[in-house]
């Protein structure tokens, strides 16, 4: 899947992800502030993690640091490369882009990503 950006109104919307053939509330947008992520468990088990950059635009990832197994992700630190942003593990500081879930240090190495839409 591919990450999509949300319109940058602010307003109560609500944050979803794709899930199957439709579409999970996961959160309200208003608990997401801008350069800081946040953890929401999915009924699957899974964690995912959101963030919302400056622009307004809303990322999810997995919350799964794949070099450790902690799921620590939506609490890494978040910045920007060549105008795209990502995450650095608040461990061992590997960064993730948060559109493509792309290692940035690590060609082989990634994180799923979850279409992301606010209604």
């Known amino acids: ?7 940058t109104a602010q307003d109560t919307r609500t944050v ?3 899930a199957g053939d439709g579409w999970l509330t996961v959160c ?11 953890a929401a468990l999915l009924p699957d088990g899974r964690q995912v993690a959101l963030f919302l950059d400056r622009a307004g635009r809303t990322y999810a ?3 799964r ?8 992700l939506s609490r890494g630190l978040v910045g920007s490369e ?3 942003p990502f995450v650095a593990s608040p461990l061992l500081k590997q960064r993730f882009d948060l559109a493509t ?6 060609d ?12």
Do not use: K
Not at 65 to 72: E, K, L, M, Q, S
């Open 28 to 38: 309200d947008r208003s608990l997401l502030t801008p350069g800081r992520g946040v």
């Open 16 to 18: 979803r992800l794709a």
């Open 82 to 84: 060549g105008g795209q």
């Open 108 to 119: 082989e190495v990634s994180v799923p990503v979850f279409e992301v839409r606010a209604d």
């Open 65 to 72: 640091d794949p070099f450790t197994g902690a799921y620590v």
């Open 1 to 7: 899947m591919t990450t999509q950006t949300l319109e």
């Open 101 to 106: 879930g792309a290692c940035l240090d690590d």
């Open 61 to 63: 990832i997995d919350n």
